[in-house]
Nanobody, 120 residues
Framework: QAQLVESGGGLVQPGGSLRLSCVGSIANMDYYAIGWFRQAPGKDREWVSCISTSRGTENYEDSVKGRFTISRDNAKNTINLQMYNLKPEDTAVYYC?????????????WGQGTQVTVSS
């Protein structure tokens, strides 16, 4: 069964760092665009970052620009989100998402999420 599995979340103090990983068991995963989303308590899920398929073009939500870095290793079906200078407002459950359009159909997968808590 195709799936995404996140790891790397935890409790960190403000200004600290975490590295989230997402490992996928999806066929031809290198043809999928991969994104990270997050959902804080009482708030809607929001997009954080994404990376494209071939060129690996990266995009970031404004509040994380310069602090987060997304990368992918297609040989290992792994996508990482390196987070620096974490702030309390980064506290959320972080989800990995993969999607693609192929032959007129849309395919997408979500991970189960990993909790990131930024607190002193």
């Amino acid at each position: 069964q195709a799936q995404l599995v996140e790891s790397g979340g935890g409790l960190v103090q403000p200004g600290g760092s975490l590295r989230l990983s997402c490992v996928g068991s999806i066929a031809n995963m290198d043809y999928y665009a991969i994104g990270w989303f997050r959902q804080a308590p009482g708030k809607d899920r929001e997009w954080v970052s994404c990376i494209s398929t071939s060129r690996g073009t990266e995009n970031y939500e404004d509040s994380v620009k310069g602090r987060f870095t997304i990368s992918r290793d297609n040989a290992k079906n792994t996508i990482n989100l390196q987070m620096y200078n974490l702030k309390p407002e980064d506290t959320a459950v972080y989800y990995c998402h993969a999607d693609q359009y192929y032959s007129g159909s849309y395919y997408e997968y979500w991970g189960q999420g990993t909790q990131v808590t930024v607190s002193s």
